[in-house]
């Protein structure tokens, strides 16, 4: 009963039109025939008035929709005397919302789950004992509480001993990640068993979940310009309806043929099945790892001709490790690495890491910076217990130190270079390992009509031409500034293009290029902002995926379309001949609109992602063995 009451609170001229009807066929029953007729007419040609409002003010914006089909057929109808006919139409109408709705909600229920999730509390830490605060009042530092079961609230890092926690609706892994103490915890992702107390490191707003909720905002109240595609088939099949509609007219002498033809006419297939399947097409990308802003993305992915990666942390792991050092006269390799790590520590580059990193294990002590500063893209400048320090790429240092020279390099590696009190002090060598999926990936995307590719890095032109020829990429620049990507991405004549990238020098190429997708995995919210799509997963393969379902939801998109289209044009041929009446018509054009719907939801494609999982896992135990 109160799933009823909020049907019809949702759905009220569907209900007003189902009352009347019921109205109508007891008052038939009574022998008050005329009455009925009076008020299917009437309730029909108001919602006909009512219809016509909007489609004047669409016609007025240069808009021209299906609506003038719709308003046609109710009004001959009427005039013609189907009122029966004319009650079905506004129903098949009205009822075409709900069913719009409903299948809208059917197709992005992925999304859905992802803002139903989001936590609204946690519990803080005050004084040994734990007290529930709204989640905007969490701040870094926050010592929290996360029961069995209950969801991360915030991004932080494990206290307790050891826990395993699903992070299936962030990175899309579906086994339970074990995490120790020190471990990063996903706000979003789930406890186990076991009650565990976190250090929170980002308030609400800046952790990794919220960051997604935003992004899913933003795609399911987007619009796919697939659907003014649809409406791009307006002219043409109004224009053919009401030509054929006219000449069953002539030909017969008999003006209900006309009415018989525009009621299967009605327009519901087109408008329903492109909504539907984009947004089928986007809950399908949100189950796989990757959040697409729109349905308009989706087409661009669908037609993309050339892709463009960047280099580190997309077609690389993004993780180097250091292999050498080689100081110059003055230094030594623990004095040299130790200034290195010290200064990177205020650098957001992928390398600050690993020098850090490999500092650690061997013992160094880090300093604190007296100041320090980035130059975006090149390095950092840092004063460490009284001495300058610059970090960084080889022609940002040769301005601080004139001595400066190259060191040499083997493929596959890069250089930092080092100047202290602006003499050279020598180079520090790290490589970054290739990403097993990278070249399958590359051959997907050709296999999918993505036929051009380029990589795009900041690295030195050595390292850059030794990840292209593992790959068989066509096109490099290396070096390059975030200007000079945008530059390079822009001269591209080959498109739609594709960029993938990951880092926050990677934010202006990736709103530059028609579809922009950030490898969001780590956090980088500068180029999430700036993307099209965001790949949840440190997984360069979910581009190619993300191709795919743009592909298929385009190709289910205009199927359903073309489906509506077709079986509507067959049944008005046969009622030009007078062999449909308009009632029977009309409950024929409901039956067309729930095939266009049932079509349009395949875009979800739960089956074939599951294909596909299981093909992709058949590859990866083939080349294991």
């Known amino acids: ?98 069913l719009e709705d409903y299948a809208g909600r059917r197709a992005k229920r992925e999304l859905d789950a992802l803002l139903a999730r989001a936590p609204q ?9 734990f007290v529930d605060v709204p989640i905007d009042e969490v701040r870094p530092g926050d010592v929290l509480l996360v029961r069995p079961s209950e969801i991360v609230p915030v991004d932080g890092t494990l206290r307790s001993a050891e826990t395993a ?98 009621v299967l006419a ?83 580059h992928v390398l600050a890491a690993s020098m850090i990193d490999a500092a650690t294990e061997r013992g160094l002590r880090l300093s604190e910076a007296d100041a ?66 990278a070249r399958e990936t590359l051959a997907r995307l050709e296999a999918l009509g993505v036929t051009h590719t380029m990589m795009l890095t900041g690295d030195a032109q050595a390292t850059a031409d030794h990840i292209a020829a593992e790959l068989g990429i066509e096109r490099v620049r290396a070096e390059c500034l975030p200007a000079d990507k945008v530059q390079e991405v822009a001269a591209i004549t080959e498109r739609p293009v594709i960029m993938v990238g990951d880092g926050v020098n990677d934010a202006p190429v990736l709103a530059a290029a028609d ?18 799509a965001v790949i949840l997963v440190d997984d360069v393969s979910r581009t190619a995926k993300a191709v795919e379902i743009g592909r298929d939801t385009v190709r289910i998109a205009l199927q359903s379309i073309w489906l509506g289209i077709v079986v509507s044009v067959g049944l008005m041929v046969v009622a030009a001949f007078g062999y449909i009446p308009a009632t029977a018509g009309a409950l024929l054009q409901e039956f067309v609109d729930l095939a266009a719907i049932l079509a349009a939801l395949r875009a979800i494609g739960g089956r074939r992602d599951a294909a596909s999982t299981v093909a992709a896992a058949a590859r990866v135990g083939a080349t294991a063995r």
């Open 1 to 98: 009963m109160a799933s009823g009451i909020r049907l019809v609170r949702r759905y009220p001229v569907v209900a007003l039109t189902v009352a009347i009807g019921l109205v109508g066929a007891m008052l038939a029953l009574a022998g008050a025939g005329w009455l009925v007729a009076w008020i299917f007419s009437g309730y029909a040609l108001a919602i006909a008035a009512w219809q016509a409002v909007g489609m004047v003010r669409d016609l007025l914006r240069g808009h021209w929709g299906l609506d003038v089909l719709a308003v046609t057929a109710i009004i001959a109808t009427v005039v013609v005397g189907e009122y029966v006919a004319a009650l079905i139409v506004v129903l098949m109408l009205t009822g075409g919302e709900a």
């Open 266 to 348: 009605t327009p519901c297939p087109l408008l329903i099945a492109a909504p539907v399947a984009f947004m089928g097409g986007m809950s399908r990308a949100a189950r796989n790892g990757v959040i697409v802003k729109g349905g308009g993305v989706l087409e661009q992915l669908a037609r993309a001709r050339t892709a463009v990666f960047d280099k580190t942390g997309t077609l690389t792991h993004g993780s180097p490790e250091l292999v050498a050092v080689r100081p110059e006269a003055g230094f030594d390799a623990d004095e040299l690495l130790a200034l290195v790590a010290s200064a990177e520590q205020y650098s957001s």
């Open 515 to 532: 579809v922009g997708i950030a490898m969001g995995a780590r956090g980088a919210t500068a180029a999430s902002e700036s993307a099209d």
């Open 372 to 437: 320090a500063r980035e130059a975006a893209t090149n390095g950092v400048v840092a004063r460490i217990r009284g001495r300058e320090v610059v970090v960084g790429k080889f022609a940002f240092v040769l301005e601080h130190a004139p001595e400066a020279r190259r060191t040499p390099i083997a493929p596959g590696e890069l250089a930092v270079y080092v100047a202290v009190d602006g003499r050279y002090a020598g180079a520090l060598l790290a490589r970054d390992r290739l990403r097993d999926d």
């Open 165 to 262: 926690v699903d992070e299936s609706s962030i990175t899309g892994e579906s086994l339970p990640v074990e995490k120790r103490a020190g471990d990063d915890l996903l706000s979003g992702s789930v406890n186990g068993h076991v009650a565990v107390q976190m250090t929170a490191t980002a308030r609400a707003a800046d952790s990794q979940y919220q960051q997604i909720v935003a992004l899913v905002a933003e795609a399911a109240a987007s619009k796919a310009p697939v659907v003014r595609l649809a409406d791009r088939y307006a002219v043409p099949f109004t224009a053919f309806s009401l030509l054929l509609a006219g000449v069953a007219w002539w030909v017969s002498g008999d003006p209900v043929r006309f009415a018989e033809v525009l």
């Open 121 to 129: 509390r946690a519990h803080r830490v005050v004084d040994d004992h």
